[in-house]
């Protein structure tokens, strides 16, 4: 039964939930796991379900803020967007569990929340307390959406605050938590090589077959198109866009030898990923390998650890790379892979995803929700792959001290401004800044150009790029369907 809330601030309980909401009026109700009125009011997307339930994330209950509107000080309304916070205490997980809020905003955007009452630390030994939260106030338009998206979550017009507790490793040991991603990896993205055709280019990671002995001795016969994806991601979901004609062409210059690399790419740092890949040359006994590299994001630094790096890894001659073109790379890192801005990360990655194919989707939320886990433990350790592309960070630095070499790099980025009132600007921008680059242009994840211009590094500032320009409205996420793009690429890969 709605409840109505109290513009005041005064408390409004509903069962087992305290929720305050100074400046905001309107109704609230608390919808039970599996009730009719939780399941009309959330309409999940199957893509979310499903990528919940297989990251252990169970609903606890759902509270839904309705018919809402910010007063001013007279009680008239006043446009929303100052900052003012709406805070909801519900009841602890639960010994054993951790827990997080989704608020899914009236424009379908989401953005994780974590307790303000009970410190990441402490979540192993304090499962049973109640847990507060605060959200923003700000009632957002759902017409002020971009598209016709609904989002992941949510029928747009309402708040939507989904309560979601998850089981703790070994909660007996308080820190076992801190693996998730990594042993998710492990599991879910072991390291391996495929092949990358029309056919077989949807097709997920978890279902590929790896390159047998055999095919491994072909790849010897001319050069290889080598496709390596970012952080989050499979191949189907770095590279799922590019249209068949243009991959079908780019298999006929190579006679076929098109492959994609898949990698664990949070849990181990891009000189991890070359020396598994240099295990597995030496493995295959595959033969000396001549590589025109295609990276999307984090790629990127994979592709250049190998043609800077690989020596030094374990690649032995196995391997060479002719040509590396990076896609949105981190060259210069990213101010989301520093501590304090993960969750950033988590918040923009997971709206990217409601404008990629679902089934892709369904690749980038899963890790994704491993590490929406280890951050609500306060647990960072596993997750190096995504620290390696801290700006401020030893690794990176250490990196962007290489040699030089004879890989031909070229370098395709864009700067993008989320539409006024979209949900992207929504979560990404406070007052037109955004919260994380400041004034820095970027794609959303990574500075525009970090991409291609490093002082003093060998190989740097990348001549021959194509940076695109704020108008087209291109972000981290949507590069490879487009025919510039594809141009580019087809100039720069001659087989």
Same mark, same amino acid.
């Given at each position: 039964?709605?409840?109505?809330?109290?513009?005041?601030?005064?408390?409004?309980?509903? +069962?087992?939930?305290?929720?305050?909401?100074?400046?905001?009026?309107?109704?609230?109700?608390?919808?039970?796991?599996? &009730?009719? +009125?939780?399941? %009309?009011?959330?309409?999940? #997307?199957?893509?979310?379900?499903?990528? =919940?339930?297989?990251?252990?994330?169970?609903?606890?209950?759902?509270?839904?803020?309705?018919?809402?509107?910010?007063?001013?000080?007279?009680?008239?309304?006043?446009?929303?967007?100052?900052?003012?916070?709406?805070?909801?205490?519900? /009841?602890? /997980?639960?010994? $054993?569990?951790?827990?997080?809020?989704?608020?899914?905003? @009236?424009?379908?955007?989401?953005?994780?929340?974590? /307790?303000?009452?009970?410190?990441?630390?402490?979540? %192993?030994?304090?499962?049973? @307390?109640?847990?507060?939260?605060?959200?923003?106030?700000?009632?957002?338009?759902?017409?002020?959406?971009?598209?016709?998206?609904?989002?992941?979550?949510? %029928?747009?017009? &309402?708040?939507?605050?989904?309560?979601?507790?998850? /089981?703790?490793?070994?909660?007996?040991?308080?820190?076992?938590?801190?693996?998730?991603?990594?042993?998710?990896?492990?599991?879910?993205?072991? +390291?391996?090589?495929?092949?990358?055709?029309? @056919?077989?280019?949807?097709?997920?990671?978890?279902?590929?077959?790896?390159?047998?002995?055999?095919?491994?001795?072909?790849?010897?016969?001319?050069?290889? =198109?080598?496709?390596?994806?970012?952080?989050?991601?499979?191949?189907?979901?770095?590279?799922?866009?590019?249209?068949?004609?243009?991959?079908?062409?780019?298999?006929?210059?190579?006679?076929?030898?098109?492959?994609?690399?898949?990698?664990?790419?949070?849990?181990?740092?891009?000189?991890?990923?070359?020396?598994? =890949?240099?295990?597995?040359?030496?493995?295959?006994?595959?033969?000396?390998? #001549?590589?025109?590299?295609?990276?999307?994001? !984090?790629?990127?630094?994979?592709?250049?650890?190998?043609?800077? !790096?690989?020596?030094?890894?374990?690649?032995?001659?196995?391997?060479?790379?002719?040509?590396?073109?990076?896609?949105?790379?981190?060259? %210069? $890192?990213?101010? =989301?892979?520093?501590?304090?801005?993960? !969750?950033?990360?988590?918040?923009?990655?997971?709206?990217?995803?409601?404008?990629?194919?679902?089934?892709?989707?369904?690749?980038?939320?899963?890790?994704?929700?491993?590490?929406?886990?280890?951050?609500?433990?306060?647990?960072?350790? +596993?997750?190096?792959?995504?620290?390696?592309?801290?700006?401020?960070?030893?690794?990176?630095?250490?990196?962007?001290?290489g040699k030089a070499t004879g890989t031909a790099y070229r370098v395709i980025s864009a700067e993008y401004e989320p539409p006024h009132g979209s949900s992207l600007g929504r979560i990404a921008r406070d007052a037109g800044t955004d919260l994380v680059f400041g004034a820095l242009a970027n794609d959303l994840v990574v500075p525009t150009g970090g991409a291609w211009d490093l002082p003093q590094t060998p190989g740097f500032p990348v001549e021959e790029r194509l940076v695109l320009d704020k108008a087209l409205g291109v972000d981290h996420s949507t590069f490879f369907g487009r025919e510039d793009v594809t141009a580019r690429l087809l100039d720069w890969?001659?087989?």
């Amino acid at each position: 039964m709605p409840e109505q809330l109290r513009p005041e601030g005064i408390q409004v309980h509903v +069962g087992d939930v305290v929720i305050t909401t100074p400046g905001l009026s309107g109704t609230v109700e608390v919808h039970p796991p599996g &009730s009719p +009125g939780m399941r %009309a009011a959330e309409d999940t #997307t199957p893509v979310l379900a499903e990528a =919940l339930v297989d990251a252990g994330l169970v609903e606890q209950l759902t509270v839904e803020i309705s018919q809402q509107s910010e007063l001013d000080g007279r009680g008239g309304t006043r446009a929303g967007g100052d900052g003012d916070r709406v805070t909801v205490e519900v /009841p602890g /997980p639960g010994e $054993g569990n951790g827990q997080v809020l989704l608020y899914a905003a @009236e424009d379908g955007s989401l953005t994780w929340h974590y /307790p303000d009452s009970v410190a990441p630390e402490q979540v %192993a030994t304090r499962g049973g @307390e109640r847990r507060t939260y605060s959200i923003p106030r700000a009632v957002v338009a759902p017409e002020s959406a971009e598209g016709t998206s609904r989002g992941l979550l949510g %029928a747009l017009g &309402s708040k939507l605050l989904k309560v979601l507790v998850f /089981p703790l490793v070994e909660p007996a040991l308080g820190k076992a938590a801190n693996h998730f991603a990594a042993r998710w990896e492990a599991k879910r993205r072991p +390291g391996l090589v495929r092949w990358y055709t029309p @056919e077989t280019r949807l097709v997920p990671s978890s279902e590929a077959t790896p390159l047998t002995r055999e095919e491994w001795g072909r790849l010897g016969q001319g050069p290889v =198109l080598m496709l390596v994806h970012g952080t989050f991601s499979t191949a189907r979901g770095g590279f799922g866009a590019l249209p068949e004609p243009v991959l079908g062409e780019l298999h006929q210059r190579y006679g076929g030898r098109v492959v994609a690399w898949e990698h664990p790419s949070i849990s181990l740092t891009p000189r991890a990923n070359v020396e598994w =890949l240099a295990g597995q040359l030496t493995s295959v006994e595959a033969p000396d390998l #001549t590589l025109d590299v295609v990276t999307h994001s !984090r790629g990127g630094l994979v592709g250049r650890a190998l043609a800077e !790096r690989g020596e030094e890894l374990g690649i032995d001659g196995r391997a060479s790379v002719r040509t590396l073109v990076m896609v949105a790379p981190p060259n %210069a $890192g990213t101010a =989301l892979a520093d501590v304090k801005n993960v !969750r950033h990360l988590l918040d923009r990655v997971t709206n990217l995803v409601q404008f990629i194919p679902a089934a892709a989707g369904g690749d980038v939320l899963g890790p994704v929700l491993e590490v929406v886990k280890q951050v609500a433990v306060g647990a960072f350790s +596993g997750l190096e792959g995504i620290m390696a592309m801290d700006p401020g960070g030893t690794d990176l630095a250490d990196f962007n001290t290489g040699k030089a070499t004879g890989t031909a790099y070229r370098v395709i980025s864009a700067e993008y401004e989320p539409p006024h009132g979209s949900s992207l600007g929504r979560i990404a921008r406070d007052a037109g800044t955004d919260l994380v680059f400041g004034a820095l242009a970027n794609d959303l994840v990574v500075p525009t150009g970090g991409a291609w211009d490093l002082p003093q590094t060998p190989g740097f500032p990348v001549e021959e790029r194509l940076v695109l320009d704020k108008a087209l409205g291109v972000d981290h996420s949507t590069f490879f369907g487009r025919e510039d793009v594809t141009a580019r690429l087809l100039d720069w890969l001659p087989g």
